[in-house]
């Protein structure tokens, strides 16, 4: 008994000192990971948002039905002077992700009607 | 031994947590940077998809506009004498017309009403019929993003044709046997030299019409050696998409293939459609199928016949009862013949057709069938067809049922007609099979 208690050991000040620096390694790096899984969980939500939405407005451009959400003239400016307006309309797609991140994608439809051959 | 002994050096401890603060600080770091990269990555994605969508709608924009010009210059057209104002318009508004058309940049403003979008659109190849461009957009509300998009735009083909009203045409001769029923505001008309139908109660119209095709079709990308395969019960779906390969539909009998073109048409684009017997393509929705049967635009030795073969029993089938499907076939003889004078009025020595088309035994087709060049042909049996059928020369057997829905012909020819004219666009198929594998195969 008594040779184990001539044993040389760690002293509590050690022990205190080593959890705290334990502790703060753990704190920080801790936190860095998990903000980096929070960084990367947002990237992805975007990035999927992103697909969703360019798969809803290529949706709507296929039908026919598609609601225009307002009109305007889209200006087209040709070498040699030449400018000429084309009227259509916006049809957007907006999509708002559980990461509150908000991806809007426009798409302008000109009004294409061929003038009838006399 | 070694490592035990430094181990039991005095202030090796210190040392020991520093390096293990250093090798957990280098994986923070790393992981932090990966972390950071995606956002970045996912923020230039996003930026990307919008400026493409501008893109796209600026090479729409600018080929609308062509076309719309071009179209109301055609329609002018005073006679060149004339020395009155309306010529003077004519040609200033002509002069304009052939700047637009040489122009290599087109610079469109006001795509999206209260920011500033401005996309170049460089007109690569234009040829009244393809408008290939490459539109970069700047986007310049505090983002910077740049977007390139190439875009094969294939305008219909030029075709006048007098008269729609037909609910079969042959631009040569036309052979058909007995008890051909023909339900209708139709009639039979031909633009050969001889028309032989055994039914009394029904007889052929003389009709030439001019075939005009001002420009050859122009398909591009059918260099995939791609075969649709098809198994029983797959279903395509599509929006505003298209497949393009050399083989069609070639394995396995009575197989029912389907196609919903509930988001929008679906267009097939083949060198060969072989289909087996006893196979039915049944199309839901309210777009149409449209089936484009075209020679390898490379013409190399190694370039598949056009050929669409159907054999014993086939049907496509509408299920609203209307013909929703269009089959389109320009084929290899009569492509040659077109890029030589370009123009041919039926009848005529050369539009001799030499690729077949065989309908067999107890077809039902839904379909308007468009085949200029091609011999079409029901064998015996009992067919039930509802739509038109435009070719250049028929033999048909007896028993034929051809129901015929004029408004519906009259569709098939606004599809070839400038005056009103669609433009389609070549951009991306989607194939989705029974265990839901989805192939991307046209390439933007």
Request: glycine residues 6%.
């Amino acid at each position: 008994m008594k040779s184990i208690r001539d044993k040389k050991g760690m002293t509590l000040v050690e022990i205190v000192v080593s959890l705290a620096i334990l502790g703060i390694m753990v704190v920080t790096f801790l936190s860095i990971f998990l903000g980096s899984y929070t960084v990367t969980m947002r990237a992805e939500s975007r990035s999927n948002t992103t697909a969703l939405v360019a798969g809803e407005i290529d949706r709507q451009l296929a039908s026919s039905t598609s609601p225009g959400v307002s009109t305007g003239n889209a200006v087209i400016h040709y070498n040699g002077g030449v400018t000429n307006s084309i009227a259509g309309k916006n049809i957007n797609s907006s999509v708002t992700n559980d990461k509150n991140q908000t991806i809007l994608i426009t798409y302008f439809v000109p009004d294409f009607v061929p003038e009838a051959t006399p | 031994m070694l490592s035990r002994y430094i181990i039991n050096k005095k202030g090796m401890a210190l040392a020991l947590v520093l390096m293990i603060f250093a090798v957990v600080s280098i994986i923070a770091a790393t992981g932090l940077t990966i972390a950071l990269s995606q956002t970045k990555q996912s923020v230039s994605n996003q930026k990307y998809v919008e400026a493409y969508y501008f893109a796209r709608s600026a090479t729409d924009v600018v080929s609308a506009d062509l076309i719309n010009n071009i179209i109301k210059l055609n329609n002018m057209q005073p006679d060149v004498n004339s020395t009155t104002e309306e010529a003077l318009t004519f040609e200033a508004f002509k002069a304009d017309v052939d700047k637009m058309l040489t122009t290599s940049i087109v610079t469109v403003d006001g795509i999206v009403p209260g920011n500033s979008v401005q996309s170049n659109v460089i007109v690569t190849n234009m040829d009244g019929q393809k408008l290939v461009a490459v539109s970069t957009t700047y986007v310049k509300d505090g983002r910077s993003s740049t977007a390139k998009v190439q875009l094969g735009m294939i305008s219909p083909q030029a075709i006048t044709v007098s008269g729609a009203k037909s609910a079969i045409y042959s631009w040569g001769d036309i052979n058909i046997g007995n008890n051909l029923t023909v339900v209708g505001d139709a009639n039979i008309a031909y633009g050969g030299t001889t028309a032989q139908i055994k039914d009394k109660d029904l007889e052929a119209e003389h009709s030439v019409r001019d075939v005009d095709f001002v420009i050859p079709p122009v398909f591009s990308g059918l260099k995939n050696k791609n075969t649709l395969y098809s198994s029983n019960q797959n279903t395509v779906v599509s929006i505003n998409n298209t497949f393009n390969g050399n083989y069609g539909i070639v394995e396995g009998d009575y197989f029912n293939w389907n196609v919903n073109t509930g988001l929008g048409d679906v267009i097939l684009i083949f060198n060969q459609l072989t289909i087996n017997k006893d196979s039915t393509i049944n199309v839901t929705g309210g777009n149409n199928l449209y089936i484009y049967i075209v020679e390898d635009p490379d013409k190399t030795p190694d370039s598949i016949t056009p050929l669409f073969d159907a054999k014993n029993n086939f049907s496509v089938i509408s299920t609203s009862g209307v013909p929703k499907t269009y089959m389109i076939s320009y084929t290899k003889s009569m492509q040659d013949i077109y890029n030589s004078i370009g123009e041919i009025s039926a009848p005529s020595s050369s539009l001799a057709p030499l690729d077949t088309t065989n309908i067999k035994n107890s077809a039902e087709l839904d379909v308007f069938f468009y085949l200029p060049g091609c011999n079409f042909t029901i064998e015996q049996g009992n067919p039930t067809m509802k739509g038109s059928i435009f070719a250049g020369k028929f033999t048909i057997g007896n028993s034929a049922n051809v129901s015929y829905q004029s408004y519906e012909a009259n569709s098939i020819l606004s599809l070839f007609n400038t005056s009103t004219s669609q433009t389609k666009i070549i951009e991306t198929f989607v194939f989705s099979d029974s265990s839901a594998n989805i192939k991307r195969l046209w390439v933007k």
